[in-house]
């Protein structure tokens, strides 16, 4: 772990945004933990690493994942319009039948590629 990463439980976090926080850059979720059904809209997790979490049927919605890594982690059926994935790493991530209108991957990573303007990463595992 990078010593910038906080630790962050999935449950404090999801209390944070409850209360108003929107920054979550720099956090660490690793536990692979649900966040199923979740809204966290219009959240930051720039630079953040979250590793494995499920997010299927989340609504992401103008969330920013800049710079993160979101490896295994599973967005299927999420809402993730007009979110920011551009220079993450998503190798193994999931997006099966996620709504990713206007989202962006430029520059992200998916299994050694480089995504470029407009592209959606692979929506399989």
Known sequence: MDEQ???LSLADLIRRYRN???DFSWVELTDGESARGIDL???IFDHSWIDS???TGSTLRGSSFRD???KCCTFDEAD???SDFRGSCVDGASFISADLTGAQFAG???YGAELKEGDLP???K
């Open 5 to 7: 990463h906080k630790d």
């Open 80 to 82: 993730l319009r007009e």
């Open 68 to 70: 993160a890594h979101v």
């Open 41 to 43: 809209s219009d959240a």
């Open 108 to 110: 992200a990573t998916a």
């Open 53 to 55: 979490v499920d997010f």
């Open 122 to 124: 692979p929506t399989e």
């Open 20 to 22: 108003g926080e929107r």
